[in-house]
């Protein structure tokens, strides 16, 4: 935890929080901090700053807080994702986060299991935990909004114009295409498939859309892998 995240319901005062719970735990068992100690601080969708103990037991974490830096700056990529399984899921939420992605959709392909939709990891609680602990990593305040998007056609024909709307639009796909791709930071739409890959009707109406295919070469990584080397290789500066 290279931040402590604060929420709304952690303030007691304008400038004095209560924690408790995970975030208490670590800062005294793994920071092993001590009352007078600082730590970095950042309230959720706001500034970072920094936290000074002011007390510190087994029941709760109480910090004078003053916030005063903005966060990273976004980056600009926009990420579409099949929707992996639900143990890949958590981790690539995590991993996209840390990023500096703030906008992800969740998509149904044809290699996606229907069972997946139906998996507890999607309940918001458990998406917003995960991209809690992707801001903790990064030291960012911005919450990502997550999308659910369960008909592929629909998502298609009626939502990824908008969204991909003057952006460079890239679809991961192990073909010969578009393996060359120009390094510099400008907004872009990835769209990344399932573990069986797209098929080719999927793969057609994203080529009508504009979508130009990137290979990572022979290797098939895993998702959790797949997503931060496709956002490193196309957005490096």
């Known amino acids: 935890m290279n931040l402590i995240l604060l929420f709304d319901e952690d303030f007691v005062d304008e400038n004095i929080v209560r924690l408790s719970g995970r975030r208490l735990h670590h800062v005294r068992d793994i920071h092993r901090a001590q009352a007078g100690d600082s730590l970095v601080v950042g309230k959720i969708n706001g500034e970072l700053g920094v936290g000074r103990i002011v007390k510190l037991d087994k029941n709760e974490l109480i910090l004078e807080i003053e916030l005063h830096s903005p966060p990273p700056a976004p980056l600009p990529l926009t990420l579409i994702l099949a929707l992996p399984r639900p143990r890949v899921l958590n981790r690539t939420l995590i991993a996209a986060t840390s990023m500096g992605v703030k906008q992800i959709y969740l998509v149904h392909t044809n290699r996606v299991e229907k069972s997946f939709w139906h998996s507890p990891v999607l309940e918001e609680d ?44 890239i679809v991961a796909h192990p073909d010969n295409l578009a393996q060359e791709i120009i390094r510099e930071m400008q907004p ?27 290979s990572l070469g022979e290797r098939i990584l895993r998702v959790e892998t797949a997503v931060p080397v496709l956002i490193t290789k196309l957005m490096s500066r």
């Open 126 to 169: 458990k998406i917003r935990d995960s991209l809690v602990l992707g801001l903790e990593q990064a030291k960012d305040t911005i919450m990502p909004i997550v999308h659910l998007r369960k008909k592929f056609r629909p998502f298609m024909e009626d939502a990824l114009p908008d969204i991909a709307k003057n952006t460079r639009k």
């Open 188 to 214: 872009t739409t990835l769209f990344v498939g399932p573990e069986g890959g797209f098929i080719p009707y999927e793969i057609e109406k994203l080529q009508s859309a504009g979508f130009h295919s990137f």
